[in-house]
């Protein structure tokens, strides 16, 4: 078995002094623990933060993705783009609410998708489309706008990864119908693992939203002269142009939402040293042309991941031997979904993506989350030059 020196999935980033003490004073006074004022204040403070409104706190990030497909009102035989290198999260909450999948492929150079390869996708039955700014990079999307707009198309920004963001002065999730943010363990701030954010623009379905996340709770429409005469509230399932949600328990509670208002203090200084540990990781291995990076220094890219490809066909010895010989776990991720049983299973496991598979099948994503040492990176750095040294010997 190997004893990893560098694990892969480790904690996005450490907690300082006053988040913590945030946590331990919402833990102890907050009333009730979800629903409260943390999770106004959050929303809030996010919406602010990314210059949107309508912003709301969800339990994760696949919660929201679902609402946001719930949303879309699709009907039978509604078609929505995605691309098929992400992750899974991306793509079959839209399975579940009735539409089918059309794999586009993505920029091998940006490895996210352009509105050129969005319009090979577009039919007749192109109801939505999902823009994933992948490894923390923003895809272009003053065009995939324009696009959207000639044919009347929904768009969803994933932006779980990219959070902090932006082109063109303009911050990621805030330019589609619907944005989608995550604060995941390994995201660049965690709200203790778990939690996302769900941007809506449309100001009919964003009123529904508390609603829909919160088990269809509302008010009776009578007076009651007793409030418990019924108990609670109502519960109902909201409705917008004669089409009925079914409600969801997508709530975050008051101890996440508090720490994620304070956090948001500090996001723009965790994605600038990721950035900049990332240029510096890029630039020591310049010298090694078969790794192939994507080099951006502005914000437009927040390094979420640290991804290249190797341009050898000897990934899977570099990786190998990275592990066993450095305990330094690489991965290779975001298979492309069409490969996976589900999408098979499903009648979505052919994909004409030719970026995708060769981008996929040649890259490596090294262990990069904010908590690494300086002296872990000096130490990640110095082992690929070794491997990579070793390898063109072979």
């Known amino acids: ?26 833990m102890q006074t907050a009333e009730p623990l979800t629903q409260g004022k943390h999770l106004k204040a959050f929303e809030k403070k996010f919406g602010e933060y990314i210059g949107g409104k309508n912003c709301f706190a969800i339990c994760n990030a696949t919660a929201a993705i679902e609402m946001a497909a719930q949303l879309c009102q699709f009907q039978e035989g509604d078609e929505v783009i995605i691309p098929s290198h992400t992750f899974t999260a991306s793509a079959y909450p839209f399975l ?31 109801r939505a489309i999902v823009v994933v700014h992948l490894y923390g990079y923003v895809a272009d999307m003053e065009p995939i706008i324009a696009l959207a707009k000639e044919h009347d198309l929904i768009v969803i920004e994933d932006a779980a990864q990219s959070i902090g963001c932006e082109i063109n002065g303009k911050k990621a999730g805030t330019f589609g119908d619907f ?54 509230g109502n519960v109902d399932m909201p409705e917008i142009d004669g089409f009925q949600f079914w409600p969801n328990n997508y709530c ?12 948001l203090d500090r996001l723009d200084e965790i994605n600038e040293e990721k950035r900049k540990r990332a240029i510096k990781f890029i ?37 190998r031997k990275m592990a066993k010989e450095k305990g330094v776990q690489c991965v290779i991720q975001y298979c492309p979904l069409n490969r996976y049983d589900l999408y098979k299973k499903e009648g979505f496991g052919k994909a004409d993506c030719p970026n995708t598979d060769r981008f996929y ?34």
């Open 1 to 26: 078995m190997i004893e990893f020196k560098i694990l892969f999935c480790g904690r996005s980033h450490k907690y300082n002094k006053e988040e913590i003490d945030v946590v331990i004073d919402a």
């Open 361 to 394: 099948d040649s890259m490596v994503s090294f262990p990069f989350h904010h908590s690494l040492r300086e002296k872990d990176l000096s130490y990640l750095v110095e082992s690929t030059k070794e491997i990579l040294e070793e390898l063109r010997e072979i």
């Open 252 to 263: 975050l509670g008051e101890v996440e939402c508090a720490l994620g208002a304070v956090l």
């Open 283 to 319: 630039d020591a291995l310049a010298d090694y042309p078969e790794l192939e990076f994507h080099r951006i220094e502005d914000n437009r890219h927040n390094y979420h991941l640290l991804a290249a490809s190797i341009q050898n066909s000897k990934r899977d010895e570099f990786i």
């Open 179 to 232: 944005g989608i943010f995550s604060f995941h363990s390994h995201k660049n701030i965690t709200t203790l693992g778990e939690g996302g954010m769900l941007v809506v623009k449309d100001e009919r379905k964003a009123k529904i939203i508390p609603q829909l996340r919160h088990n269809g709770h509302c008010a009776f429409l009578f007076e009651r002269e007793d409030y418990w005469i019924p108990a609670m």
């Open 96 to 126: 579940k609410k009735g539409a089918k999948i059309v794999w586009a492929d993505i920029d091998y150079e940006t490895r996210v998708i352009t509105a050129e390869k969005i319009k090979k996708c577009i039919t007749e039955n192109t």
